[in-house]
């Protein structure tokens, strides 16, 4: 995903004005699981991470999560697979990749929001999945509502 001009990134450079180093840290993450050896790979990426940012003595976080949604059931995109082809897994299990091991101890005082395309919000065992997995992560927040709506809201502001 190309994320030039996305949302977060957006927010980054407009916070950077006000804040130095030691108030505001932006990390930007590339995630595909796509495959059991990826899978691994994004395990092993992932608890760097969360030492990294553990290590940060900010009391809030705030996370963005964009994400492509199938459009027939509402399943997040994982990555790509042996062939190069997509692969997408109900939102419980996405979310209990994407936040693996020390992450997941790090999303209790988070806010997420949610970015993805408007199946995940449409299809009800799609919304039932990710809120099972809020309901197992306890996020502080969340916000998660269909890409369409999403750029209204931007927009309009």
């Keep these: 995903m190309n994320s030039r001009g996305s949302l977060p990134r957006v927010l980054n450079t407009a916070l950077e004005e ?15 699981f796509g495959t059991w050896d990826k899978l691994c790979h994004w395990e092993m990426k992932a608890q760097a991470l969360a030492t990294e ?8 976080k705030v996370i963005f999560v964009s994400v492509h949604s199938e ?32 992450l997941r101890s790090l999303i209790r005082k988070s806010i997420i929001f949610m970015l993805s395309c408007g199946p995940l919000v449409t299809f009800c065992e799609s919304i039932s999945s990710f809120k099972k997995a809020i309901i197992q ?7 998660a ?5 999403f750029i209204s809201a931007v927009l309009k502001c």
Excluded: C, W
């Design 18 to 32: 006000y804040h130095t180093a030691s108030t505001l840290r932006y990390h930007e993450v590339v995630f595909d």
């Design 137 to 143: 992560l306890q996020p502080a927040y969340t916000v």
């Design 145 to 149: 509502f269909g890409a369409d709506r």
């Design 53 to 60: 940012i553990g290590e940060d003595n900010f009391e809030h």
């Design 71 to 102: 459009v027939t059931r509402g399943d997040l995109f994982a990555g790509k697979d042996e062939k190069g082809e997509d692969v997408a897994v109900e939102p419980v299990e996405f979310m209990n990749y994407l936040f693996f091991g020390g």
